[in-house]
């Protein structure tokens, strides 16, 4: 296992991927809108082409970032591991954070310049109901409940598969369509198209995806009871290799690494 | 491998994970009704929304409980491991079963406070008739018959990708739908939605599945004789690793779990 | 490694295998014309459903009997170690062929019952064109391209997820919908639906099938070269693991295994 | 690992696996647009036989020439290995292009064989606009990213599945429709069909998609990094192999072989 790499190529690897997605998510949606007029098979084909897009992406970038692209994902994972790893701090937080942001909003301009939309037109879709917020509560919650599950089931190496499985299934059992990421969420906001969200309605939606976050952390507990001393559920170490030394990613960014 | 999570903490992965199942399969019969009036295109939603869903939930909870979700699976499993094994005990079932059956209203009620349903609103969709009976006994076989065969074949590690794609063709090849599950079709009754099942019609569907698991087992036995000795078939076990003492699950339970 | 099952077993199982494929195949057929009137949706969830059924049918049966389920690849497989196994006799293609045959039937009359339609009502959709003949070579040389390629390019693991992967890129790209299969083309005569074939269509086709599979072994010597002397491929084999003594099962034999 | 196949029968293989590429995606197409009028059906029926398809093809072939079937690939790896290696040389690139372009062409032919069209009617579809073009950019960029990435990351033996389910994505989320392959492209205005391209809108295609090419490798570096010397990427060696000696393929090379 190599050393992890430089904080400034991994922020800028969860920009890309973020931007990718992004544009993903909005491209195919926009696609979808052009060929045909019913709404299911729209959501059918954005949902998955999402699915592929994303297994992708955190197949090839998982290794170098983790493949977060998502802020609720690396504020849950700072949570997890901030008392049991020199690698979790808060100026990974606030390289991460910013840089998911910036690339949600390039992957919406990315798209829109393909398509030849307005490069930056604020989305006029209302998406302001408590029903909604339900159900970014419940998107989040599956999402975390997920990723950090695998990490203490030891098979964190199946999370391209899963998320973007998982992602492909949340599209459609949640009201909201399952956001379930605020740098999503505010880069959807770029866009007048099928994916967009009103900017009126992007902050609740990260309240309820927080809150869906915390959720998901409490069902990882009912569900795997208290974490193992540290490294304990790093299964995949053969016997008599030597761990490196500190810093070392924690089990839940190695998880997300897939 | 670690031993086996307490009692309690099994019965709540398997209502929890029940409740997420419905969950899925309620809400995305919901979603797909309110976005497009081809049927067709509906199931196709709805049936790929739970094979990307269920196949998630056995991979993350797989590890805990067996991942059964499903009572059918549960006394199918009991009855195969009664004789050689300490572990499947009748106090098993008992904890299982009414946990999988409260999970499966609980996600009901998830799924149609999602969607600004009422709560519970008891079903009117009719399923009455003796071509569905037959749809359900061939589902549920199908499936016994694959999860046990699994574990015969030592193949029981993919039990998450294929018994969700089976779910998947099962959804179309089969007159019912394949419920092919006694508490997904109990709380499937709790809501008056796509996916919906009027209380009239669950008892016949719960005794062809009963039907059906029995069925399966004999296909299991026809397709691979008589089942080894004790731990025969647990090929993943590395030559001269130590066996745990009892109490150990068996070889069923254990492919349930991937 | 075990011995092979007795052949009367491994015949059952390609009876058994060949009656739920049909039955998948027929049955989402069925499901599918009653839900739309789009016949591209149609289509799309019958290839599904096939994908999924087919791909759980190889993984969970190829240990047994290696899951042909189709007299064309039975005989290419005959035919590829005549000279190199004594395992691959002209005994086991008489017991294989007439078990795939019937159980075809058996799944076509299993699927007309679920669906309440007559049991036997031989098909009226004409099938009968030198396009469609061209289309049945074409699906049935890649289909046996790709079984015998997988064995001599060591990937016959991976024979379950490709092969029903082909079948589904093969039910859209070929104008005969890919039958590919004599066993399936006799069965799916007994049924007046949507997979169905007349029975003045079903010869043409079976020639078709034949000659694809012969063109489909010479693909495999285009691209693989003369094959290695016995068992070089096995590539699975650990090292120092002695051989068992004849009968073995010869390499494309274990290749559809999976 | 055995020395690689002969340079004739390398191309070969590529000739014939782009012609099957080609075949899939004209094929479908046809087969789409004479089912259904929804112009998304079609294109959801059209990516997913092209997801299905193009896996199986690189799984298959990719041992044995790499399974590039692409020129925009060849020239990126010649360009990537061209220091590093003996095997990279113009040799291979002036048998594998023209390969290519051939097969490409012969399948286009071929899908319009079994469907009763004529064999060569050049495309009248016009796609000629600046924002298709940067729709090929990305295309080709991402899926350049993709193939070297993940050699980088050690993760070649996932390309099967992984530049399949980019392609699934890139259907949809690029104005383009992602062909993504001047061999393809050239072979698609052979066809006046669902998939066609008009002749006079080949050649900006063409230059979109080398110019994506040489992004996608920018991408590379940035997000992986400067590469390692020789053979150190190549972590699926085990400890102990002796390397065999020149000329080997280079680590991109095996990347692409799966």
Known sequence: MSAPAPLLRRATVEGLGTAALVAVVIGSGIQATELTRDVGTRLLANSLATVFGLGVLIALLGGVSGAHFNPAVTLADW????????????????????????????????????????LVHF?????????LWLGEVVATAGLVWLIFGLARAGR??????????????AYWFTSSTSFANPAVTIGRAFTDTFAGIA???????LAAQLLGAAAGLGLVAVCFGR????????????????????????TEESALAS
């Open 79 to 118: 949570f997890t591991g901030r008392r049991t790893s020199e690698a979790h701090t808060l100026r990974d937080v606030a390289a991460y954070v910013p840089a998911q942001v910036a690339g949600a909003i390039a992957g919406a301009v990315l798209a829109d310049a393909m398509f030849g939309k307005p």
């Open 123 to 131: 989305s006029t879709h209302d998406r302001f109901s408590s029903q």
């Open 156 to 169: 964190a190496h199946l999370a391209p598969l899963l998320v973007a499985s998982y992602i492909g299934a």
């Open 199 to 205: 900017p009126t309605s992007v902050l609740p939606f």
């Open 227 to 250: 974490p193992a001393a540290a490294g304990e559920d790093e299964v995949t170490v053969p016997h008599g290799v030597q761990q490196p030394a500190a810093p070392v990613r924690s």
